[in-house]
């Protein structure tokens, strides 16, 4: 498995891009992008669980109930969220108007928004995004695709890995955004993944991406908010050649291994560009009954504003962690507790361990730091990324919207 250059169009076939139609209000910035496969791809998809989602995410699953999938269309700026019907119609005229520009069936294009809530999308722009985009695609134009999206992001996020399989090389892309209302339920934020794997059947592709979303983007928290626009999508053309990846092969395997590992990058790197974060903090916790215990208390500890504060104030205030851990919803014995920073133990047996509060202190001033929880000899075991709450968090969000 290595890097490559490319992005979302590293994987032959995929063309991208990226323009400013203006849906931004006075800015300048790019804020529609388009990724398009040159032939129909196997597509599987995960999306946010908030009862509130928006028209996109609705139209989505239903092409996603589908299995193929060829365009993806996604604009920034605005979320036509809690739009209503209006809302609902917009992404068809979208969709048609794709559909008009690319040859491809409205039932094959997914289209997604992401941005402010609550206020119709600028269908002129929306226009002269689309038709911006489809004149602008280009097999270098991931990076443009990835600026489009970005909303509070302070950075594009495009990555690419290629791997090795039995009958030849297959590479994986991705473009991803999100820096707020990220807390992980089913999917978080935007992400598109593209492949020139071969899969015979939706059905194939739709378990990898499961578990690859609840390893990496359902593993991750930034302040404790769910968007109404999460989506994960995964596409895969085949156009590598390569033979179809069958359940229970070492290929499918591998493969498996490859998306997790992608995944997990872009989930790491959203949590790094957290709104106002300073500070990348992993979560670790073992020793409980269940897996599924212990991302109950990686998660408390990592959405809890009193630790995320400490994060910011650099203060290695174990107790804020060993509170979270026991409202948890998770049954152990806080006899058992331990509690480490990196490698230094400051809680052991549920009491304050000897360490030096100089040393403790030192490791939470790093950009990156791991806490590191034991509840027991359970078999369980859950890592969670989040990051830190900081003054400029509640600055970003505070005037959002102007």
Not at 22 to 33: L, N, Q, R
Not at 170 to 177: C, N, Q, T, Y
Request: charged letters at 20%; proline letters at 3%.
């Amino acid at each position: 498995m290595k890097t490559v250059d490319g992005g979302v169009c590293a994987p032959k076939g995929f063309k991208a891009s990226g323009v400013a139609a203006g849906i931004k209000e006075g800015s300048e910035d790019k804020d529609c992008a388009l990724i398009v496969s040159d032939e129909l791809c196997t597509v599987a998809g995960m999306f946010t669980t908030n009862i509130m989602k928006s028209p996109p995410v609705y139209a989505n699953i239903e092409v996603c109930r589908g299995g193929h999938a060829q365009v993806v269309f996604i604009n920034s700026g605005n979320a036509n969220a809690a739009t209503g019907k209006e809302g609902e119609q917009n992404v068809e005229d979208t969709v048609q108007h794709l559909t008009a520009r690319t040859n491809c069936y409205s039932y094959q294009i997914c289209v997604c928004s992401t941005g402010v809530i609550g206020v119709p999308l600028p269908m002129d722009r929306i226009a002269l995004g689309i038709d911006g985009c489809c004149d602008a695609l280009s097999e270098n134009g991931s990076l443009d695709a990835a600026s489009a999206i970005m909303t509070t992001d302070t950075e594009p996020k495009s990555y690419a890995i290629e791997i090795e399989l039995s009958g030849g090389k297959v590479r994986l892309g991705a473009i991803a955004k999100g820096s707020g209302m990220i807390l992980p339920n089913m999917a978080t934020m935007i992400c598109v993944i593209t492949t020139d794997a071969t899969f015979e059947s939706a059905d194939d592709l739709r378990p990898l991406v499961v578990d690859a979303v609840e390893h990496s983007f359902n593993q991750i928290g930034v302040d404790n908010d769910m968007s109404t626009s999460d989506t994960v999508l995964v596409l895969a053309n085949g156009a590598s050649k390569t033979d179809p990846l069958v359940p229970g092969s070492d290929d499918f395997e591998a493969f498996g291994e490859a998306l997790l590992n992608i995944s997990q990058h872009m989930a790491r790197w959203l949590v790094r560009d957290g709104e106002g974060a300073t500070k990348f903090v992993e979560i670790s916790v073992s020793g409980t009954g269940t897996d599924k215990d212990a991302k109950s208390i990686a998660r408390a500890i990592g959405n809890s504003q009193l630790c995320k504060t400490a994060f910011f104030g650099e203060d290695p205030n174990w107790g804020r962690f060993a509170c979270a851990a026991g409202y948890a919803g998770v049954d152990f014995d806080p006899g058992a507790l331990d509690i480490r920073l990196n490698d230094l133990t400051i809680c052991e047996g549920g009491l304050v361990a000897e360490y030096e509060e100089e040393d403790a202190a030192a490791i939470m001033k790093q950009t990156e730091f791991r806490i590191g929880v034991s509840v027991g000899s359970g078999s369980g075991a859950a890592i969670f990324w989040t990051s830190d709450l900081s003054h400029d968090y509640v600055s970003i969000n505070a005037d959002y919207r102007s």
